[in-house]
Structure formats: C-alpha cells, structure tokens
C-alpha cells in the first residue's frame, strides 16, 4: 500500500525554528515535494528533493534520505505568516506522466 | 499567466442534482490533476489527464464521478447524482511533464455543498 505519516499538528514561536517530518512507503518513488496551504486556500509548491540531500530555498529547506524512506522541511525564522498546513508529496511515476500522492498534512501554528 | 482558473468558485446544490465543476489549466501545461479536499480524507487525487487523455482514474470514489477533457485549455468533473458526502472542496492543478518539471500549479479550488 501507499502510506505518507507526517504529525498532525506542531507549535512554534516566532523567529523559532521548525522541522516538519515525513517517512513515506509508496510502491513507486521519484522524489518529495513540500506544499504549503494556508486556510481557505489553495496549496502551493515549496520544494522538491529528488535526490539525498539537502535543499535550500530561503528561509526554507527541505531534506530527503532515499535509503531511510525519509524527509522533513526545516523553516527557519519563523514568521506569524507561516501559519499553515505544510503537506509532503511523494511523486510517482506513470508512463511519460506523473502523479503525487500527499500525505495528510501538518498543521504549523506560529505563537508571537 | 492568470494561473489555473476553476468555475465556479462555490456551489451549494440538493441532493440528486448533477454538479459541473470546470476548470482551465496554465496555457502550455500538459498535464491536468482533479484532487479532492476534506477534513476526514484529506487531499485525495481524483483523476489526472497528460496531454487530454485520462491516465489515471482509480481515486474516483464511483461510476457517480466521471471527468472529461476535450482539448488542452478546458477540463470537467461531473458529479451525478450529488450526495451529502460529496461535499468537499475540489481542486485542479496542471503542470508541464518532462525533465525539470516538478511543480503542480493549484487552482482557487470550488466549494461544494451538497445538502
């Protein structure tokens, strides 16, 4: 089967730094993705990781070990804006096309 | 670019009405995504389309739901007969496929009641 487990729910204070984990079990990997989806909104791409390693985009970055079926996003200085569901994606691919398969989200609620 | 475009934005319908969802991906993209949004389920992917052609079905939930796109700038989703528990918000995405491609854009999503 296909499973993505991400926790339900973290806290932070703002300027603070948080990581955002996600271990995955799909029959099918080409890399992770990371979304973010404030309430009422749409998701929207962050990062993506098709190889071990480390990606940094801003205040943003994003992990993946191949080998432990494993990844996180690290948001650094944390800001009231960053409230939000953060969802992991695997990517899988079919033919000349592919399709994610998100995991159920982390809800990232930033304190003043 | 004005994005992904999805009409209408809500709807709210009785029970045993036929629902159509619409949708316009980003000019150039190839690929087309109808997902499914609800508190219980998630973000759950429907059906997807590259270059018009359905490539995957399987996330839709019954012979209810059935999706359509006739050319690169227009796609569909029918719900008929609606229930309540198709209430959920209803996303498209597209993007481009190939090398380098890994973004999907998402649409403003269109709100379904089903009452």
């Known amino acids: 089967g296909q499973s993505l487990e991400q926790p339900s729910e973290v806290t932070a204070v703002e300027g603070a730094i948080v990581q955002i984990n996600c271990t995955y079990q799909t029959s099918g990997f080409y890399g992770l993705s990371w979304y973010q989806q404030h309430d009422g909104g749409a998701p929207t791409f962050l990062s993506y990781n098709g190889l071990d390693g480390l990606e940094e985009t801003g205040r943003f970055s994003s992990f993946l070990s191949r080998s432990d079926s494993y990844g996180y996003l690290l948001l650094q200085e944390l800001q009231m804006k960053d409230s939000a569901s953060y969802f992991c994606a695997v990517r899988e691919r079919m033919d000349s096309s592919y399709k994610l398969i998100f995991g159920s989200g982390t809800r990232l609620l930033v304190r003043p | ?115």
């Open chain 2, 1 to 115: 670019d004005a994005g992904v475009i999805q009409s209408p934005r809500h709807e709210v319908t009785e029970m045993g009405q036929e629902v159509t969802l619409r949708c316009k991906p980003i000019s150039g993209h190839n690929s087309l995504f109808w997902y499914r949004q609800t508190m219980m389920r998630g973000l759950e992917l429907l059906i997807y389309f590259n270059n018009n052609v359905p490539i995957d079905d399987s996330g839709m939930p019954e012979d209810r739901f059935s999706a359509k796109m006739p050319n690169a700038s227009f796609s569909t989703l029918k719900i008929q007969p609606s229930e309540p528990r198709d209430s959920a918000v209803y996303f498209c995405a597209s993007s481009r496929t190939g090398v380098g491609s890994y973004e999907q854009y998402f649409g403003p999503g269109t709100r379904l009641t089903v009452t």
